[in-house]
Structure formats: structure tokens, C-alpha cells
């Protein structure tokens, strides 16, 4: 996600504990933190798919998906 993207998330949140954001900026808000939300996920997503368990005998064994979704 771009930085300028982040800043606002903030800006937006910091704004909303002094006073009510208008209905654009709360829809603007909801839309931000969502795309930031997918994008971590994905990231999250490809670390685990590169994440192996180290057996104490030496060996190696990728984690296992366990098909759980929210």
C-alpha cells in the first residue's frame, strides 16, 4: 500500500477522536482500511506459504493449510 494511502488511514482515524467525520470521509475511511486489510492479508499469506517447521532430527516440512476462512 502507498505510503500517502497510510498517512490518510491515520489522519482519518485522529481526526474521527475530535470531532465526526462527514459521510464521504467515513466512507473513504471504510474503503482505505479495507484495502489495507487485503493487502496485509495477502502479505501474511505469502510468509506462511514460504514458512517451513524445523524438526529437531534436521528435517524440514512446510505448514499445512488447515482450510479455515472467516
Not at 502507498?2 to 466512507?27: C, F, G, H, M, W
Not at 493487502?39 to 510468509?47: A, N, V
Amino acid at each position: 500500500m502507498v505510503q500517502e494511502k497510510i498517512d490518510r488511514i491515520n489522519y482519518l482515524a485522529r481526526e474521527s477522536k475530535v470531532r465526526e467525520l462527514t459521510p464521504e470521509e467515513k466512507e473513504e475511511q471504510a474503503a482505505l482500511r479495507k484495502e489495507y486489510i487485503n493487502e496485509f492479508r495477502l502479505s501474511l499469506g505469502g510468509i506462511l506459504d514460504n514458512t517451513v517447521i524445523k524438526r529437531p532430527d534436521g528435517s524440514t516440512e512446510p505448514l499445512k493449510k488447515n482450510g479455515k476462512k472467516k
